[in-house]
């Protein structure tokens, strides 16, 4: 090699590593719009063309540039055109077999044409991209998001062009210490443009937010708001729900917002009745229309009460994947399955785990009566003492709370999962995050999950610093599975440090592969249903002795993706703790839970 040949080849791997150590041109996201659905959208769903870049490479060649060969020694070592495409939303890992592994990064293009106007403003909008996302527009940055389960969006108005524009998104799914979940977990980590990418158009000044619900504690008072953005965002605004004839006229600050307040005779939302109204909400500029729900959802002493009335909270855990197609589940049809086998297994709630799911799962949740659980994914070994990491679980509460506000089905913001109390940071930072949480909404019931309870001479003993500010007291427990039983299930003794709060419990089950029912019944290493119907038996016997108990959630509805299931006989990177198969198929414990779910 030529001393030229050798210092260009020296250089260029000095820059690549550069720029593989530069933090980026960081522009945060803005928070999303909420109820995109009810604005003027133009959809770019449909084949992205792609770049895959397992080596990480894309970031030094600049690959948003789209670079063009200038003269005739000139070549371009990328390039969009030849290469395959993806369907958007979508997971990249079920799509392309070189992708099935795929920790990595993709780069995505999509062209679309624009016609301008000075009347409107335009936002691009992402429901989410698992995990990071580098936004380009004509070959300018304009934003990256951190987070792969909330959306997330950007003015463009200055940027988009007259006619043809070209958007570019970076999405890695590479797993980060700092990350939230950080690098382990036990759910498959699909990657990609994973919910719907949309582009709105709205006048100069619209309803960017909104907020319409019960006030905390009552049956007939609403309360809430209305927030426009825009300048000169003083104007008069009209809240109507026509099928209870009823108009609310306000008026926005200097600042755009207006405040709701009003009595009204409502019929309440509840899993016998979901009842939803058609609200309008009508600023001088511009107009939304949501279906929202009444309800309210409280702690009395010990018990939980909805619109006033004891519940017990008939759970499952879901994990957001279609079990049949083995992918990321985002459409109305993979909400409906997941929902509708919650249903027919008795249950009036889901808990969404471990992340907030897509918007289809809340509403569609909601109008089959089932409350929601929603989760942050804090999940286990989380660096609460990294510097970055409060903020973020701040952005994504504040994401995560902005989008389902009005989803009246949603009952429980869950905050962590798991976390443990000797991890440097971790309590303090939790409790900050506990605080936010009620400031920005004080009318759900707020939790965090624990699984550090000891249990020895068949006794429960539940204490942690979190639970003083958490609503329920959740425990996850794996007694016939992970410990074994120590005594009797109906002996089994409690001891709590909150001992006057409701107790949930959130997680429990046992692995069984569907059809194994060869191996011995006490042993379980046969994975056999037989030992998972009894470790269900077993665990209702023992829920008879929880004081205060107002909900459980089996460990989980469908068998579910998870690489570090390893058994090859078994498990087959499959976690086989689910009532279903991935097929569908109801294993024997099915038939118990849900014999159960009747009873109650
Ligand atoms: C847990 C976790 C859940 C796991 C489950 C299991 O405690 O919360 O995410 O998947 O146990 O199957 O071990």
């Given at each position: 090699m030529s001393k030229i040949a050798k210092n260009t080849a020296f250089k260029k791997a000095g820059l690549w590593v550069l720029f593989l150590l530069l933090p980026g041109n960081y522009i945060q996201a803005q928070t999303a719009m909420v109820n995109v659905e009810s604005r003027h959208l133009s959809s770019l769903n449909g084949e992205w063309q792609v770049i895959l870049d397992p080596t990480r490479i894309g970031e030094w060649k600049q690959v948003w540039l789209e670079k063009k060969p200038k003269s005739k020694t000139d070549f371009v070592e990328y390039s969009f055109d030849g290469g395959p495409m993806l369907k958007v939303p979508g997971d990249f890992n079920s799509q392309l077999p070189e992708l099935t592994y795929l920790e990595g990064i993709v780069w995505y293009k999509k062209v679309f044409h624009y016609k301008s106007t000075t009347e409107k403003r335009l936002f691009l909008h992402f429901g989410s991209v698992n995990y990071l996302a580098d936004i380009y527009l004509n070959g300018e940055k304009i934003g990256s998001h951190e987070g792969g389960f909330t959306p997330f969006q950007f003015e463009i108005t200055d940027k988009v062009k007259e006619g043809q524009n070209t958007l570019i998104v970076k999405a890695d799914n590479q797993r980060l210490q700092n990350g939230l979940p950080g690098t382990g977990y036990d759910w498959f980590n699909f990657g990609g443009i994973t919910r719907e990418v949309n582009l709105i158009e709205t006048g100069k000044i619209f309803i960017e937010d909104y907020s319409v619900q019960l006030k905390k504690g009552s049956l007939n008072k609403v309360l809430g708001w209305v927030q426009l953005n825009g300048s000169n965002v003083k104007q008069k605004i009209k809240l109507k729900i026509p099928e209870l004839n009823k108009t609310y006229k306000t008026e926005s600050d200097n600042k755009g917002h207006a405040s709701i307040a009003f009595d009204s005779n409502l019929k309440l939302w509840s899993p016998e009745n979901p009842k939803l109204y058609k609200v309008i909400i009508e600023s001088e500029t511009d107009t939304i229309v949501d279906t929202i729900g009444f309800r309210c959802i409280e702690v009395q002493g010990s018990k939980v009460l909805l619109n006033k009335k004891e519940i017990f909270f008939k759970g499952v855990n879901i994990h957001e994947e279609n079990p049949n197609k083995g992918t990321r589940a985002y459409s109305k049809e993979d909400a409906l399955l997941l929902l509708n086998s919650a249903k027919e297994l008795?249950?009036?709630?889901?808990?969404?785990?471990h992340y907030p799911h897509n918007e289809n799962m809340i509403k569609e949740a909601e109008k089959l009566g089932l409350m929601v659980w929603n989760e942050l994914p804090i999940y286990q070994h989380i660096q609460f003492s990294d510097s970055l990491v409060p903020k973020k679980m701040e952005t994504m509460l504040k994401e995560m709370i902005h989008r389902d506000r009005n989803r009246c089905g949603v009952v429980i913001w869950s905050l962590s999962n798991e976390t443990y109390p000797g991890t440097a940071n971790r309590t303090s930072a939790l409790i900050e995050l506990t605080k936010k949480c009620r400031v920005l909404d004080s009318t759900r019931l707020i939790n965090h999950v624990i699984n550090t309870q000891s249990y020895t001479n068949n006794a429960f003993n539940v204490s942690d610093p979190l639970y003083e500010y958490s609503d329920l007291i959740c425990i996850n427990e794996y007694i016939g599975w992970y410990i074994p039983w120590q005594g009797k299930p109906s002996d089994v003794k409690w001891k709590f440090a909150y001992p006057d709060k409701p107790v949930f419990i959130s997680e429990f089950g046992a692995e069984a592969l569907y059809g194994s029912n060869e191996g011995p019944t006490d042993e379980a290493s046969g994975w056999t249903e037989e030992y998972q119907k009894q470790v269900y038996i077993d665990q209702l016997e023992m829920f008879k002795t929880i004081p205060n108990l107002c909900g459980i959630s089996p460990w989980l509805l469908f068998d579910y993706k998870s690489l570090g299931r390893m058994n090859q006989v078994y498990q087959k990177g499959y976690n086989r703790k689910g009532l279903l198969s991935e097929k569908g198929e109801k294993k024997k414990a099915w038939y118990i839970m849900n014999e159960y779910y009747k009873k109650r």
């Open positions: 008795g249950c009036n709630l889901v808990r969404l785990a």
